[in-house]
């Protein structure tokens, strides 16, 4: 078993310096450490020794020195008691710890004055965009904005591209503004062109400032981020930007097209697909723009679509809590359905618990013992 | 070669952050406030080397002086000499947490208050003044019997038996 597990694993020096001094001396005298006498002559020796050493808390760094290990690469129990778990988040890579701490942290003599982040997070088929400021307790939402609203509003298809986007982050600052009575204040640039708009401070009230928060997405010129970002700078927030990575960005002129990032805002570049699709592959298009046939949407009409979506959003942008019952909850009563998301016991539950189980305990010992006696 | 006695000599522990907590830095040293008045403890985080403050003030309670934008400035006592100075230093908020020595008392005050509010309201006296422990009071021992030993008369026999 060994000896096949050499023939596999062991580079052709490993070989040679296990067989001949002479190579071991030579390969010494270029001075790889990890060819001295000394080494090998363990492991040559007893393989039973080297599986010792592989046990050893060096042993993952011995066996990547060694191209590959012998012995299965184990993690020891020392391994597991040296480890040191990341934060829950990042362990589960949701947040960005290095990007959060200068997101969030304040300077200390403006005490608790909340700094505002606009967070935009994508998931498959929704998009989330939320005004958030953070505490020690949990961070605390002052408005959020999410794709699935816009049906509301006149739009029902394509929930997840740079128009949507737009669209979301144009209804969370008209919403964030509105709640904070700024919203006469601030308008913002009602017009969508594509250009670079920030807001101007108005004479009674600064602008609201918050900055934006990717997440973990990688900040691409184009980004549907920057749709978001546009949508909510054109609804009369201040979040400090700049148009580098607006879709129509010029990366050679160094300037950003206006006009491209207009047809990217109103839907242009969706437009232009269905156009060729229509024309060259006429059932792919009945599959993948289904929904847009099924509701009319034409190329043409997505324009003037988005520009009624805007118009609604500006019109009433409060929040509707939505009419639907929450969703029945089944009690699972069988394995192993039974003991998924299980509800966390209380102190006094968990102590009534041990202390049943204890009297359960003592009862069957009692009842052995009487047995025992009889 | 000698020792030396660089800024940071001899805190090769002190500094070093402790077992299975290294790495990134808890938000909450961030997000926690401080005002002028307040004490704060100074206990030294190896991981952020800005405004770490000198090996001395490492473990030392002061008040704060001052708030600047990522610092705070704390008056610390030292001893210099036959004397002790109040040292105005200024540390990164990674380096300080707030104290606690002060909880107690400003816990007792508020009992305090709300005692002496309802004494006056009852229209009792009451005295506020903490008592330090008194001689513990007196009991009775209880299942005590007693056992009389008396010496045994020395015997040679037996203590010899091991000897011979």
């Given at each position: 078993m060994?000896?096949?597990?050499?023939?596999?694993?062991?580079?052709a020096?490993?070989?040679?310096?296990?067989?001949?001094?002479?190579?071991?001396?030579?390969?010494?005298?270029?001075?790889?450490?990890?060819?001295?006498?000394?080494?090998?002559?363990?492991?040559?020796?007893?393989?039973g020794r080297?599986?010792?050493?592989?046990?050893n808390r060096?042993?993952?760094?011995?066996?990547?020195?060694?191209?590959?290990?012998?012995v299965?690469?184990?993690?020891?129990?020392?391994?597991?008691?040296?480890?040191?778990?990341?934060?829950?988040?990042?362990?589960q890579?949701?947040?960005?710890?290095?990007?959060?701490?200068?997101?969030?942290?304040?300077?200390?003599?403006?005490?608790?004055?909340?700094?505002?982040?606009?967070v935009?997070?994508?998931?498959?088929?929704?998009?989330?965009a939320?005004v958030?400021?953070?505490?020690?307790?949990?961070?605390?939402?002052?408005?959020?904005?999410?794709?699935h609203?816009?049906?509301?509003?006149?739009?029902?298809?394509?929930?997840?591209?740079?128009?949507?986007?737009?669209c979301?982050?144009?209804?969370?600052?008209?919403?964030?503004?509105?709640?904070l009575?700024m919203?006469?204040?601030?308008?913002g640039?009602?017009?969508?062109?594509?250009e670079d708009?920030?807001?101007?401070?108005?004479?009674?009230?600064?602008?609201?400032?918050?900055?934006?928060?990717?997440?973990?997405?990688?900040?691409?010129t184009?980004?549907?981020?920057f749709?978001?970002?546009k949508?909510?700078l054109?609804?009369g927030l201040?979040?400090p930007h700049?148009?580098?990575?607006?879709?129509?960005?010029?990366?050679?002129?160094?300037?950003?097209?206006?006009?491209?990032?207009?047809k990217?805002?109103f839907?242009?570049?969706?437009a232009?697909y269905m156009?060729?699709?229509?024309?060259?592959?006429?059932?792919?298009?009945?599959?993948?723009f289904s929904?847009?046939?099924?509701?009319?949407?034409?190329?043409?009409?997505?324009?003037?679509?988005?520009?009624?979506v805007?118009a609604?959003?500006r019109?009433?942008?409060?929040?509707k809590?939505?009419e639907?019952e929450?969703?029945?909850?089944?009690?699972?009563?069988?394995a192993?359905?039974f003991?998924?998301?299980?509800?966390?016991?209380?102190?006094?539950?968990r102590?009534?618990?041990?202390?049943?189980?204890?009297?359960?305990?003592?009862s069957?010992?009692?009842?052995?013992?009487?047995?025992?006696?009889? | 070669?000698?020792?030396?006695h660089?800024?940071?000599?001899?805190?090769?522990?002190?500094?070093?952050?402790?077992?299975?907590k290294?790495g990134?830095?808890?938000?909450?040293?961030?997000?926690?406030?401080?005002?002028?008045?307040?004490?704060?403890?100074?206990?030294?985080?190896?991981a952020?080397h800005?405004?770490?403050p000198?090996?001395?003030?490492?473990?030392?309670?002061g008040?704060v002086?001052n708030?600047?934008?990522?610092?705070?400035?704390v008056e610390?006592?030292k001893?210099v000499?036959n004397?002790?100075?109040?040292?105005?230093?200024?540390v990164?908020?990674?380096?300080?947490?707030?104290?606690?020595?002060?909880?107690?008392f400003?816990?007792r005050?508020?009992?305090?208050?709300e005692?002496?509010?309802?004494?006056?309201?009852?229209?009792?006296?009451?005295?506020?003044?903490?008592q330090?422990?008194?001689?513990?009071?007196?009991?009775?021992?209880?299942?005590?019997?007693l056992?009389?030993?008396t010496?045994?008369?020395?015997?040679?026999v037996?203590d010899?038996?091991?000897?011979?």
């Amino acid at each position: 078993m060994v000896q096949t597990l050499r023939e596999k694993f062991e580079p052709a020096w490993l070989t040679l310096a296990l067989q001949g001094t002479n190579a071991i001396s030579s390969s010494a005298k270029r001075g790889h450490w990890f060819l001295h006498l000394r080494y090998w002559r363990r492991m040559r020796d007893d393989f039973g020794r080297f599986a010792a050493l592989s046990e050893n808390r060096y042993s993952h760094i011995w066996e990547s020195f060694t191209a590959m290990a012998f012995v299965k690469a184990q993690k020891s129990k020392a391994y597991f008691k040296r480890y040191q778990v990341k934060f829950k988040r990042r362990r589960q890579g949701k947040t960005d710890y290095r990007a959060r701490i200068r997101l969030i942290n304040q300077d200390k003599n403006k005490y608790n004055t909340p700094k505002y982040r606009f967070v935009v997070r994508f998931t498959n088929k929704d998009i989330i965009a939320q005004v958030t400021s953070a505490s020690i307790a949990g961070d605390i939402v002052l408005a959020a904005a999410y794709a699935h609203e816009l049906p509301r509003y006149g739009l029902e298809v394509g929930l997840t591209n740079y128009a949507a986007a737009y669209c979301t982050g144009l209804l969370l600052a008209r919403r964030v503004l509105k709640r904070l009575e700024m919203d006469e204040e601030y308008e913002g640039n009602v017009e969508a062109t594509g250009e670079d708009y920030s807001v101007e401070p108005a004479e009674t009230r600064r602008p609201f400032r918050a900055l934006l928060d990717v997440g973990l997405i990688r900040t691409t010129t184009g980004n549907r981020v920057f749709g978001a970002l546009k949508g909510a700078l054109d609804g009369g927030l201040d979040i400090p930007h700049s148009d580098k990575r607006f879709a129509g960005f010029d990366k050679d002129k160094k300037e950003l097209d206006a006009e491209v990032h207009r047809k990217y805002v109103f839907g242009g570049h969706v437009a232009a697909y269905m156009k060729t699709l229509i024309e060259d592959e006429p059932e792919k298009y009945q599959t993948h723009f289904s929904d847009y046939i099924k509701r009319g949407i034409e190329p043409d009409g997505l324009e003037e679509l988005y520009k009624n979506v805007h118009a609604a959003i500006r019109a009433d942008p409060t929040f509707k809590k939505s009419e639907k019952e929450p969703p029945k909850e089944h009690k699972r009563t069988s394995a192993p359905g039974f003991w998924y998301n299980l509800k966390k016991l209380t102190y006094e539950e968990r102590k009534a618990k041990l202390i049943a189980r204890l009297q359960a305990l003592n009862s069957a010992a009692g009842d052995d013992e009487d047995d025992d006696d009889e | 070669m000698p020792a030396g006695h660089g800024l940071r000599s001899r805190t090769r522990d002190s500094f070093s952050r402790p077992f299975r907590k290294k790495g990134t830095i808890a938000l909450t040293t961030y997000l926690r406030t401080y005002r002028i008045g307040d004490y704060v403890d100074i206990k030294v985080n190896g991981a952020v080397h800005k405004g770490m403050p000198h090996k001395f003030y490492h473990g030392r309670t002061g008040r704060v002086w001052n708030v600047t934008k990522r610092a705070i400035g704390v008056e610390v006592n030292k001893q210099v000499g036959n004397r002790i100075i109040r040292k105005r230093i200024h540390v990164r908020v990674e380096h300080v947490m707030p104290s606690r020595c002060t909880e107690e008392f400003r816990l007792r005050k508020i009992k305090n208050d709300e005692l002496k509010a309802e004494a006056k309201a009852k229209g009792e006296k009451i005295s506020t003044k903490r008592q330090p422990e008194g001689p513990k009071p007196g009991f009775m021992v209880e299942g005590a019997t007693l056992e009389t030993v008396t010496p045994i008369p020395y015997d040679v026999v037996n203590d010899l038996k091991g000897g011979y």
